[in-house]
């Protein structure tokens, strides 16, 4: 291979590379020499990660070979702008304002704004945001609106109408509901924070390299996977297949559900061996001395297959005549009903008003900006440690102990610094994956998949199609409710119960809806597989309850708001789980986001006056906190000789702050002491060192670490408490021989809680409800059908907040993400949909900046310090409020999401000719009336 050297000025020093002219780009040079701040994640120019400046131009490095840069070309990576001892204005700004989440964007940001900031030393708001869109910086996780805040405080101090002191966050006296910034935000801002694909860098010697086969049809029997020729190719230490996984080579999928049909529950394997059951499965395993050999080997793995029909919806998986996905279970294999009051039909029939629709959702992609990465080996101690960016470290390594052939004590996983997740990253197949290479091979192992890998490698949400009727009086009262949805989780999912739970559960939540007959189905089919995404189930059902309320609003003449206002729950009353709820704040959540709705409703309405195809959507929502009655979680604090506090828990990180959130409730748990943040130490999500914490899922972490803290501070304080009540010393314990190290622990085992009833969906199954009422004012242009979201609100109840950066950062993002799930994200094409790009990621210019977060703090008095959840509450309904806002600007309604402008467009088309494109109503497997019939008569 023939190298070229070349000097080149970076960060102000010169410095000689030396590079394949064929191949080397300016960013792989660059990570090559260790300035790693500069992050790969699309690697073709879509994600703005890798953005350094190249002889005062900003370009995206990803995309620009090194042959074709000049010599003594001067570079400016984000590692040149400043350092943690001296950051650059931009960089406080970043931390102070909240504008780093997972952070894996946040340098490419960084020197974008930078190069912004040369050219234009005092932009508006609107040239921030153009800015961004023209070069491409996408982020994921913040949805952009502190991003632009960062930038604007950050170029006044470089204008000097500021200084950066008073733009450096100053600790309050209580650090409950401060801004206090998150701790690992200051490496991340100086590009020195080691992602997974950072640490396979800087591996020890004698790693191999890993590189995935993957199927590219979504079934069939495998006759052969032909490894010859990819074993002889150079470098290559061994290529794997199912057989040579150490254990079972299955990752149970457990469903949990009582009403579960067939003789198994769907499963995955490690490696598939025998059937492939969706695109992206991996069939064989590369491993060789270098990342280009293993790619090159995997090239030469050959599939010899023979094809099987696959169902690629789950309207066909459900047909009477479909073959069955696995040969032990039915396609349709839970039902979980929902039933409450009287029998519906009747009242449907004497009701004033009924609407009936049929509703679809996508399979929604998580799209965070970094890849699937791992790294896997054998520690000191002989345990399998495994580095990966895994959301749920205790219960990862219980289920994947037998597919691999060890026990969970010798399973040690440490959560790398992860560039966002959103859910996917429950599924620990890759961790399997990569530790069945250590136990082959018995060296270091490390995997990078690309991002076409990781796309059809990883679950995505599960899509839906759903039926459903509302009926109400005259008086706009709601007399009852039916819905029948089919979830659609691929060939195997993680948690069905708990999925069909939030959907069938969170149905209307927070109306008060006296009689229902429901029932939520799930389906295998051969699409993506099913997994945890923010929200949960609840985006699905929504996309069906809260259309129905507008339709049935409409139907009735009663304003949407007013509709649903009438119809809020008031104390004493239940939800459709037959339980009363938790709190009742829907009301007051509603009165303080009337005005703004009348606001939106009359600029809509004067816009549409003037032509403009204008309108206002509401939606009412929420969710959950916790994973019910079965929920527990550990932490673990330790008095230091310096008198400082170690906290050990896995609240695994995905960008969502489970740092902050340790930190905030460590200080104030031990407020008696004095203890200040700067006195606190984290130690985060090693099994091997913490305690386990339990799934960052489930808007549960802050509740459930919270409590836990607070038992863990109160053991500590009584152990150093001295008769006096003043307070020993780490000498003085260590003297007395008084342990310095406690456990805190938290548990819902005896809480009253009821999971929900698999015959009738009964239930009251977590200690409190988070609420949400969200408006968006939109703006439809009839040429093209492009919506554009102008402005947004979320009046919320997530009790008192802990960390006010941290939960407006999840309220940002979630909005965010749910207009791209209203308007533009998809995985429906598993060949097509493989970068973030085309799978319809918002950018910065498809955001509103004009959104608002109005936080109801109603203290919770089961919750730690009155505090809830948060996250889930944010993307749960939100993507109706645009939906709805679309019916309102143009009269016509979008019943299978996405709402992509050929969609809108069509439907417009439709309507000036007359006609309306809502979809008949679905065939799901069988009658809604006649299925609950059979489980009445046949509960389990
Ligand atoms: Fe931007 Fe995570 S903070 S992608």
Request: net charge negative.
């Amino acid at each position: 291979m023939p190298l070229e050297r070349l000097l080149l000025n970076i960060n102000g020093v010169e410095r000689a590379v030396v590079f394949d002219p064929e191949k080397d780009t300016l960013a792989v040079t660059l990570r090559r020499m260790g300035l790693t701040g500069t992050k790969l994640g699309c690697k073709i120019g879509v994600c703005g990660s890798c953005s350094v400046i190249l002889d005062g131009k900003l370009i995206r490095s990803c995309t620009k070979k090194l042959k074709n840069v000049p010599e003594r070309s001067e570079v400016l990576t984000i590692e040149g702008i400043g350092t943690p001892r001296n950051l650059h204005p931009l960089q406080q700004a970043f931390i102070t304002y909240g504008s780093v989440q997972c952070g894996f964007c946040s340098p490419g940001f960084i020197v974008s704004a930078y190069a912004l900031l040369q050219e234009n030393p005092a932009p508006s708001r609107e040239e921030v945001r153009a800015w961004f869109q023209k070069n491409k910086n996408t982020c994921r996780c913040t949805g952009y609106k502190q991003i632009v805040d960062a930038v604007m405080a950050a170029s006044k101090v470089m204008r000097g109408e500021a200084t950066i002191d008073e733009i450096t966050y100053i600790h309050e006296s209580d650090i409950y509901g401060s801004s206090h910034p998150r701790p690992a935000a200051l490496a991340k801002v100086c590009g020195v924070c080691d992602y997974g694909d950072d640490i396979k860098l800087k591996m020890p010697e004698g790693t191999a390299h890993l590189a995935v086969v993957l199927s590219e049809v979504p079934h069939a029997k495998i006759i052969d996977i032909d490894i010859s020729e990819a074993e002889k190719m150079p470098g290559v230490y061994k290529v794997m297949l199912g057989k040579d996984v150490k254990g079972s080579n299955i990752m149970p999928n457990h469903t949990g559900h009582k009403r579960a049909l067939g003789d198994d529950e769907p499963y995955s394997s490690i490696i598939v061996d025998k059937v492939i059951r969706k695109c992206g499965e991996v069939v064989a395993l590369v491993a060789a001395d270098t990342e280009e050999h293993t790619r090159a080997a995997a090239k030469k793995v050959k599939q010899n297959l023979e094809i099987l029909p696959a169902y690629m919806d789950c309207l066909d998986a459900v047909a009477p005549d479909a073959l069955r996905i696995f040969d032990e279970i039915p396609n349709t294999h839970i039902l979980q009903p929902q039933l409450k009051g009287e029998d519906t039909k009747e009242i449907m029939e004497n009701s004033d008003f009924v609407v009936e629709g049929s509703f679809s959702s996508q399979h929604q992609p998580h799209l965070p900006i970094e890849p699937e990465v791992v790294q896997a080996y054998w520690d000191t101690e002989g345990n399998m440690t495994i580095q990966c960016k895994a959301q749920a470290v205790g219960f990862s390594r219980f289920l994947m102990s037998a597919g691999i052939g060890l026990t969970p004590d010798k399973i040690r996983i440490i959560v790398n610094p992860t560039g966002g997740s959103f859910g996917y990253s429950v599924f620990q197949g890759s961790y399997a994956l990569v530790a069945t290479a250590v136990q082959n091979l018995n060296m270091p192992c490390t995997l990078t998949m690309s991002y076409e890998e990781h796309q059809h490698y990883t679950g995505k949400r599960t899509g839906s199609h759903s039926n459903g009727r509302l009926a109400c009086n005259k008086d706009g009262k709601i007399t009852a409710a039916e819905w029948d949805i089919v979830l659609d989780h691929g060939p195997y999912a993680l948690v069905l119960a708990h999925l069909l739970a939030s959907c069938t559960a969170f149905a209307y939540h927070g109306y008060n809806i006296p009689n229902v007959k429901a029932l939520g189905r799930a389906v295998s089919t051969n699409h993506a597989h099913g997994v945890s995404y923010r929200g949960f189930g609840s985006p699905q059902i929504y996309t069906c309850t809260e259309a129905l309320m507008d339709m049935l609003a409409d139907k009735a003449g009663i304003d949407p708001f007013e509709f649903r206002y009438i119809n809020m729950a008031k104390p004493g009353e239940t939800s459709v789980s037959s339980s009363p709820y938790r709190e009742y704040p829907m009301i007051q959540i509603m009165d303080i986001a009337r005005p703004i709705y009348l606001e939106y409703k009359a600029s809509a309405e004067k816009a549409r006056a003037e032509g403009i195809l204008r309108g206002v959507g509401v939606a009412q929502g929420g969710f959950n906190v916790t994973i019910g009655s079965h929920d527990s979680a550990e932490v673990a604090l330790e008095l230091n000789a310096d008198g400082t506090i170690t906290h050990y828990n896995t609240w695994e990180d995905m960008g969502q702050g489970g740092d902050i959130g340790t930190l905030t409730h460590t200080v104030k748990a031990l407020e008696p002491l004095g203890i200040k943040p700067e006195q606190v130490h984290l130690v985060l999500n090693d099994t091997a060192r913490c305690p386990d914490t339990g799934i960052a899922a489930a808007s549960r972490s802050h509740y459930m670490a919270g409590f836990a803290t607070l038992d863990a501070a109160r053991k500590l304080m009584d152990a150093m408490r001295k008769p006096d009540g003043s307070y020993r010393t780490h000498a003085e314990m260590v003297a007395e021989g008084i342990p310095v190290k406690y456990i805190g622990r938290h548990d819902l085992h005896n809480d009253g809680l009821r999971e929900q009833d698999p015959n009738t969906g009964v239930g009251d199954r977590t200690p409190t409800n988070m609420y949400c009422v969200n408006l968006a004012e939109v703006e439809v242009d009839p040429l093209t059908g492009k919506t554009k979201v102008l402005r947004m609100v979320a009046v919320s109840d997530c009790g008192v907040i802990g960390n006010l950066l941290a939960v407006n950062g999840q309220a940002y993002g979630g909005l965010s993400h749910c207009i791209g799930f209203a308007l533009s994200e998809d995985y429906l094409d598993v060949r097509k949909h493989n970068n973030i790009d085309v799978c319809g990621i918002p950018h910065i210019q498809d955001i509103p900046d004009d959104i608002k977060i109005i936080h109801v703090e109603n203290p919770r008095p089961n919750g730690p310090q009155g505090s809830s959840g948060c996250s889930e509450n944010f993307q749960a309904s939100a993507h109706m409020a645009v939906i709805n806002g679309i019916f309102n600007a143009t009269g016509v309604r979008i019943y299978e999401l996405p709402a992509k402008p050929e969609k809108v467009k069509a439907a417009l088309e439709a309507k000036a000719r007359g006609e309306n494109l809502a979809p008949k109503k679905y065939f799901l497997g069988s009658d809604l009336y006649e299925e609950i019939e059979n489980i009445k008569n046949n509960p389990v």
